[in-house]
């Protein structure tokens, strides 16, 4: 049997000849709870599947939990690993006893953090404000990472002012962008450039009002001649896929020229613009067909949320550094973009051209999302109004999406609810550690389960993610640790199914979460307050 905090485990087929039941009436006190059965669960209180020896040689001990934490550094010679901090901000293990959660906390060891009187069975392990759901007995909490292990990032965030000195370029147009990204160190990001400083038709830029965002925020890098960092600048250009069937246009963003500046030297320091100095070059030349089913999406609109809506398609084609023997690692650019026009949605059949800069041992990944918004009266009395919003994402390499129609892979969560009530309702929950259950989806297998969690923010009024819990395909009901939820705040509740066959979340976490393919589906909840 599984723990009795971990509600709702999936049947096996000789249990059940169908979803387990959900919803039933409960007094939304965050108590209620159901009978739970889970695959990776330990039967009769036995030892877990992978209990094996310890890694010191001696025997694991049956309520012991290791922790680990290796990163691993992708580079174009190969792969870097190295022993990350466990010290700093440490994992803890917490387990509910069916009251409430205790917390196990481990202690430092030569092969990582070790945790002792941890039950057979599934506990929450957390880490850096993340939850996961496992079983195992050894857990690997590192990631993969892009660019080398011995890299220095500046602690000056992620935007960089520039000094811009572009020649052959393809003549600028509306809606041409320039983005830069390194194969050397972890980083990618676009530019602005004034508007006024850019006359249509040129090709030719000098400008020094430019600067750098970084697509995922992250800090930006030293580059170091002694280790040969270089940097990509990159030209996007508008482009024509011809006309919907209704003969709206269809238009598209795709990398046009590139040029790969030569190994420099550059220390940022917040106040220097960085030199860029690059001559451009036509980008060598991909064609294919894709034939984009939109409407197919569509009428999953309601598994979403009842009062959800289909709102918009997206089409991304992005570069996975050194190849895609381990997935899509992170942000090294981007090479088309197509957004689809909205309703009325149809069908969409074309050939689309993209340039490629980077080394051939690269791969493609297409990313296809449709994207879902629910508008909803913020429960604070401002009257003010707010989008949720939800996606379906399809994610595989590029050869492997246009083998066939696109269409989805996988459906949201059903019956979504909280403490057995519809989450689409809103309320105020009885507790700021609610049960969170669902069906599973009509459409894929998912692999695992992804919690968020998106808080309302009254001063900025918008809303911000504050944490995610993971849990295996098998479970279809959790109940939240008691520090996810503030009192007296405002929230909604996003749940994904994952289709992903490589996602090893009970073992690795958060180096096997980038693999190919990984397909995901959300439904949401309405805007809930906590007492």
Not at 57 to 75: C, I, K, Q, S, Y
Not at 305 to 317: K, M, V, Y
Not at 457 to 465: I, K, Q, S, T
Request: proline share 11%; charged share 20%; hydrophobic share 35%.
């Amino acid at each position: 049997m599984c723990a009795a905090w971990l509600v709702g485990c999936s049947p096996s087929p000789s249990e059940s000849e169908g979803p387990p039941a959900v919803g039933v009436e409960s007094p939304g006190d965050g108590t209620w709870m159901g009978e739970p059965v889970a695959e990776g669960c330990a039967p009769d209180g036995g030892p877990s599947p992978d209990a094996g020896p310890s890694p010191d040689g001696g025997p694991a001990p049956e309520d012991g939990v290791l922790v680990t934490n290796t990163t691993r550094f992708h580079t174009a010679v190969g792969i870097a690993e190295r022993p990350g901090d466990l010290s700093t901000n440490p994992p803890e293990i917490l387990v509910f006893d069916g009251a409430q959660f205790r917390v196990i906390q481990g202690t430092a060891s030569r092969e990582g953090l070790r945790f002792k009187g941890v039950p057979q069975g599934p506990y929450y392990l957390s880490v850096n404000g993340s939850y996961i759901v496992t079983d195992a007995r050894q857990v690997e909490v590192g990631a993969n990472r892009l660019g080398r292990a011995d890299a220095v990032y500046a602690d000056i965030g992620g935007i960089q002012a520039l000094n811009l000195n572009l020649a052959n370029l393809e003549p600028w147009r509306p809606g041409t962008l320039l983005e830069l990204a390194s194969a050397q160190v972890d980083m990618s990001g676009d530019v602005y450039v004034p508007s006024e400083a850019v006359p249509e038709g040129s090709t030719a830029l000098n400008v020094d009002g430019a600067f750098y965002s970084s697509y995922t925020g992250s800090r930006f890098p030293l580059f170091e001649s002694d280790f040969r960092d270089r940097l990509y600048v990159n030209q996007l250009s508008p482009s024509s896929a011809g006309s919907m069937p209704d003969g709206r246009p269809l238009t598209y963003t795709a990398l046009s020229r590139s040029a790969e500046v030569g190994t420099f030297d550059f220390l940022p320091d917040g106040a220097t613009p960085m030199p860029v100095t690059a001559r451009l070059q036509p980008a060598p030349v991909r064609e294919f067909p894709i034939e984009w089913r939109t409407p197919r999406f569509t009428p999953f609109a309601s598994e979403v949320h009842p009062r959800a809506e289909h709102s918009s398609n997206s089409f991304s084609l992005l570069p996975a550094a050194h190849g895609l023997s381990e997935g899509w690692i992170g942000y090294s650019g981007t090479l088309l973009t197509l957004r689809a026009p909205s309703a009325p949605m149809s069908d969409i059949t074309a050939r689309l051209r993209f340039g490629n800069p980077y080394p051939s041992s690269w791969g493609v990944v297409a990313n296809v999302t449709a994207n879902y918004r629910v508008t909803e009266t913020v429960p604070d009395g401002s009257g003010r109004s707010l989008r949720l919003s939800a996606t379906n994402v399809v994610s595989d390499s590029l050869d492997n999406l246009i083998a066939g129609p696109v269409v989805p892979r996988v459906s949201p969560p059903r019956v979504l609810t909280i403490d057995g009530l519809k989450a689409s309702t809103p309320r105020e929950v009885g507790t700021v550690s609610p049960v969170i259950a669902w069906e599973p989806p009509v459409l894929g297998s998912p692999s695992v389960y992804r919690v968020r969690l998106d808080q309302y923010d009254r001063e900025a009024g918008m809303v911000l993610n504050v944490r995610i819990l993971y849990v295996p395909g098998s479970i279809t009901q959790v109940r939240l640790p008691p520090d996810m939820l503030q009192p007296d705040s405002i929230y909604y509740l996003r749940v994904a199914a994952i289709d992903a066959p490589g996602f090893d979340v009970r073992r690795r976490p958060f180096k096997t979460n980038e693999t190919m393919p990984h397909h995901s589906a959300e439904a949401i909840s309405s805007l809930f307050t906590t007492p």
